[in-house]
C-alpha cells in the first residue's frame, strides 16, 4: 500500500549525481514531482536525461544523494513506478495480447482468463488495435508497438509512469497519434508522468511542468538549468503547438546557455 | 537520360538450379560412382565385400529386418536403444545447461564459480574421457549417456548464459515494474526467449551426440547402432554396414528437419539466422 506522504510528493530527489565510466554525468539534482504532475525533461544529447530517468526507475542507484518514491527511500524498480522504452517497448515473444496480459497477471490483482481477455481487448480498442492481438511485435510498426506499450504499462496499473523517448524513432503523424493518447490518458487517469525527450516542443506541448537539464559554467555533469510550469489547461489541442505561449516558452529554453 | 545497363547473365545464372536439386545431383553422382566402382571390383572378384553391389546391400537391409535367433529385428531394436540413449542424453544435458546457465545470468555468484571452469572443461575432448568413464561407471547405459552429457552440456550452458546475457537489460527491469516475481520473469520472459535458440544450438550439436554415442557403443554395449557397425566390421560385412550408416544419416536429417520445423512453428518470432528475434518488418 502506497503511502500518502504529508507534503503530497510522488518523487523526491535529494541532491543527486552519478559518476559513470571516469565522468560525472549528473551533478546536484534535487527534484520534487508532485502527485498527478506531468513532467517532461529535456536537455542535449549526452546531457543525462535518460541516466535520470533510469535513476528515478531504479535500474541502478545513484552515486550519491536519494531518491524518495512517495516518502520512501527507493532501493530499486517496483510496481508503483511503470515504464515506457524507446528500444525494446515489447516482449518480442509474445503476442500483443499476450504482452498486454502480462501487464495484468503480474500484481496478483485479477482475474480470470476470462476477463483478462476481456479486460486487454477492451484497453487495445481504445488504441485502434483490437485487431491486431494476435500478432507479433515485429509485424507491427513502431508506432503501434508504442501504443501497445502503453498499454501494458497503463493496465499494470503504476502511480508513476516513465517514458523515455517513446516517440522518437517515430514519424511525425505517429507522433501527433501517440501525444493525443497520451494526453487522453492523463487527463482520465491523472497518473504522476515522467516523460524523457529531446523533442522541446514535444515537451512543453505535453508537460504541466518542464525540467531542462544542461551543463552549467565549467562544471562537469548535467543540472538542471530550467525548471518551469506551463499554465495551459489539459486537454491540450493542436493549436497550442502554434500558440505564441508555447513561442514564448520555447524561445526562453533556446535562449539558455548550456 | 541515363541508360541503365542490363548485366549479362552467365551460363550458371542461366541455369538457375534451386539449391536442393544440386544436392540430389551430387548425392546421385556419389552414388553412381560408387556403382560403377562396385561393378567394376565385381566384374574381377564376384565375392567382393568391400564395395557390396546394391543387390547384396539389399539382402543386408532383408537380413537386419528379419528376426534373429531371439526373435528380435536387429535394426529395430538396434534403433530402439540408440535412440533411447540419445534422447535420454540430449534431455538431460538441455536440463542442465538450461538451469546452470539460467542460474549463471542470473546470479553472479554462480558465474563466477562455474564459468571459467565450463569454458576450459568444454576443452576436454569428450572422447579421450571415454576410457575414464567406462573404468569410473562401468560399462553399463550410464556411461554412453554420460558421454553425450559431459560432450554437450558445456556448449550448451554457455550457449543459455549468452543468450540471458545478449537479452536486453530493458526486459528484466520492465518486468519487475509490471510487479513479475524473479520466478515469473524466468518462466514468462526468459526461458521462451532463450528456449528457440538453445533448440537450435541442440539441433547444430546432434551430430556430436551421434558421435558420442556410436565411440561408445562401438567399445561396449549390447545392442545399438553403433555396437551393430563395429560387430559386423569383424566380419567385413559391409552391405549390413552401409545401410546401417544410411539409417543413421536419415534419422539425423529427420531430427534436424523436425526441430526445425518445431522451431520456426512454435517460436514464429525467431529469427535463427541473427539468433534473436525478427526485424521489425514495417
Sequence with gaps: MLKKTQNNFALEINNISHYFQNKWILRNISLNIKT??????????????????????????????????????KTG??????????????????????????????????IDKKNQDKKALEYLSKVNLKEAQNKYPFELSGGMQQRVAIIQTIIANPSIILFDEPFSALDFSAQANLQKLLMDLYTTKKKTIVF?????????????????????GNQQGATII??????????????????????EILEKIYNLKF | MIKIKKQKENFWQKLNIPSILWSMILFALIIGLYWA??????????????????TQISQG????????????????????????????????????????????GFFKVFNKIFNKFITYFGKIPPLALLPILFIITGLGESTKILLIIIGLTPVLTLNVYMKIKNLPPEHFVKAITLGSKPLNTIKHIILPQILPSVLNSLRINLLSAWMFLIAAESISAQAGLGYR???VRRYLAMDIIIPYVLWIALISFFLDISLKI?????YPWFNPHNHYVKENSK
Design chain 1, 196 to 216: 524523457v525527450t529531446h523533442n522541446v516542443e514535444e515537451a512543453i506541448f505535453l508537460g504541466s511542468r518542464i525540467i531542462v537539464l544542461g551543463e552549467k
Design chain 1, 36 to 73: 498527478g504532475e506531468f513532467v517532461t525533461i529535456v536537455g542535449p544529447s549526452g546531457s543525462g536525461k535518460s541516466t535520470l530517468l533510469n535513476l528515478i526507475l531504479g535500474a541502478f542507484p545513484p552515486s550519491k544523494g536519494t531518491i524518495s518514491e512517495f516518502g520512501e527511500n
Design chain 1, 226 to 247: 530550467l525548471d518551469k510550469k506551463i499554465k495551459e489547461p489539459y486537454p491540450r489541442k493542436e493549436k497550442f503547438k502554434t500558440s505564441a505561449h508555447l513561442n
Design chain 2, 262 to 266: 518445431l522451431i520456426k512453428n512454435k
Design chain 1, 77 to 110: 524498480a517496483s510496481p508503483h513506478c511503470g515504464i515506457v522504452y524507446q528500444k525494446y517497448p515489447l516482449y518480442p515473444h509474445l503476442t500483443v495480447k499476450e504482452n498486454i496480459i502480462f501487464g495484468l497477471t503480474q500484481k496478483e490483482q485479477l
Design chain 2, 37 to 54: 566402382i562396385s561393378y567394376w571390383r565385381h566384374i574381377d572378384n564376384p565375392q567382393d565385400k568391400i564395395m557390396p553391389s546394391f
Design chain 2, 229 to 231: 557397425i563395429f560387430l
Design chain 2, 61 to 104: 537391409i532383408k537380413f537386419s529386418l528379419s528376426t534373429d535367433e531371439t526373435g528380435q529385428i536387429p535394426l529395430l531394436i538396434d534403433t530402439y536403444y540408440s535412440l533411447s540413449r540419445l534422447f535420454i542424453g540430449l534431455f538431460f544435458s538441455l536440463l542442465i545447461s538450461l538451469t546452470l546457465g539460467i542460474c549463471m
